[in-house]
């Protein structure tokens, strides 16, 4: 029987200035338990050493489509330090298109993508790669513990969603930022997927164990309704 496919994605800050040996190795070890039942892609984000580059960048009058790029580069560079901390576990390349993500799952390895394509956030990658091999759930590992009505790092009484339908979130990003490097939960590239491919997709806090409930089904964080 084919195994059940599925699309994790590790938000920026799993490799960014708090990592460490430990942090990275805990990701992994439950990344490769999963692995056993199921076939992983996991996406890399570019986190706040992508905002770094793309910040600079553009203070020297770069383009948004370079900056897009740059960003690329640094969730690339995020997704081989993941390699290494998955050893024999993972396909040794990054994948720079689609194709390349479909035949590198013919191996059986967890396979770990950075971005694609400028112009969108790692988490509409996701759900692009999720649609491209049929995966049965995305997960979004993010620094908070779902979706909530107002940012809840910045309003203490932000309401947490337990789930939301896919129009009222629509709804609710259409006039958020669309700038490099200020992608935010979920751009609309994203959303427009997860609507039309009718994508089993989970917002969760970013801890390996929490992470690892969402794969086997679990009702944590917040699931979006298609
Ligand atoms: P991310 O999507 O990771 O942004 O890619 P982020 O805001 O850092 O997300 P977290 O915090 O890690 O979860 C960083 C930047 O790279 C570009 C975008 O500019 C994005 O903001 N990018 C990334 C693309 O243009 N295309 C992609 O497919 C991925």
Redesign the pocket.
Same mark, same amino acid.
């Given at each position: 029987m084919m195994k059940k496919r599925i699309v994790i994605?590790l938000?920026?800050?799993v490799f960014g200035e708090t990592a460490n040996k430990k942090s990275l190795m805990k990701y992994a070890k439950m990344l490769k338990s999963i692995g056993r039942k199921m076939q992983i892609v996991v996406v890399a /984000?570019? /986190?706040y050493i992508?905002?770094y580059y &793309?910040n600079l960048a553009r203070e020297l009058g770069v383009d948004e489509a370079s !900056?897009?790029?740059l960003? &690329?580069e640094?969730?690339r560079l995020n997704a081989q330090l993941f390699v290494y901390a998955l050893g024999d576990a993972a396909y040794p390349h990054i994948p720079t298109n689609l194709h390349e993500i479909v035949v590198a799952l013919e191996t059986g390895k967890i396979v770990v993508a950075?971005? !694609?394509?400028?112009?969108?956030?790692?988490?509409?990658?996701s759900a692009q790669i999720a649609e491209k091999i049929n995966a049965n759930t995305f997960i979004n590992a993010?620094d908070v513990v779902g979706i909530y009505n107002a940012d809840p790092n910045k309003y203490k009484n932000a309401k947490l969603f337990r789930s939301i339908g896919i129009r009222e979130l629509q709804n609710m990003i259409v006039h958020e930022s669309t700038m490099?490097?200020?992608?935010d939960l979920m751009d609309i590239v994203a959303l427009k997927v997860i609507e039309r491919s009718k994508l089993t997709t989970r917002v969760v806090k970013s801890d390996p164990s929490v992470i690892k409930r969402a794969a086997y089904g679990h009702n944590v964080g917040t699931i979006i309704i298609t």
């Open positions: 994605k938000s920026g800050s /984000g570019g /986190g992508a905002r &793309i !900056l897009d790029e960003g &690329i640094v969730s950075g971005g !694609l394509h400028p112009g969108q956030s790692t988490n509409a990658t993010t490099a490097g200020a992608y």
